[in-house]
Nanobody, 117 residues
């Protein structure tokens, strides 16, 4: 069992920055693909960024060059640095851990990000 707890959401003005954190209850990064997803009202959930056990990263086109996914293995924590935020980035952001062997997924509870002036 894995618990994921997100933090760092909030209200920010357009052009601002936020850093989201996702802390896992145990060490999992060596065997899980980690990802950040978001869901805006009335829209489907979408993958924002992911990082593999080997450290390879991937991003949605809409956030490339603005968002950076990273992790701190010693802290069992994954991050999403979000810069140059736009109103269309407003959504509930959730972290996800996918077991590479079983494909089982764990989800965090989500954190609200609102970009508005």
């Amino acid at each position: 069992q894995v618990q994921l707890v997100e933090s760092g959401g909030g209200l920010v003005q357009p052009g601002g920055s936020l850093r989201l954190s996702c802390r896992a209850s145990r060490s999992i990064f060596s065997s899980y693909v980690m990802g950040w997803y978001r869901q805006a009202p009335g829209k489907q959930r979408e993958l924002v960024a992911s990082i593999t056990s080997g450290g390879s990263t991937d991003y949605a086109d809409s956030v490339k060059a603005r968002f950076t996914i990273s992790r701190d293995n010693a802290k069992n924590t994954m991050y999403l640095q979000m810069n140059s935020l736009k109103p269309e980035d407003t959504a509930v952001y959730s972290c996800n851990a996918r077991d590479v062997q079983t494909n089982y997924r764990y989800w965090g509870q989500g954190t609200q990000v609102t970009v508005s002036s």
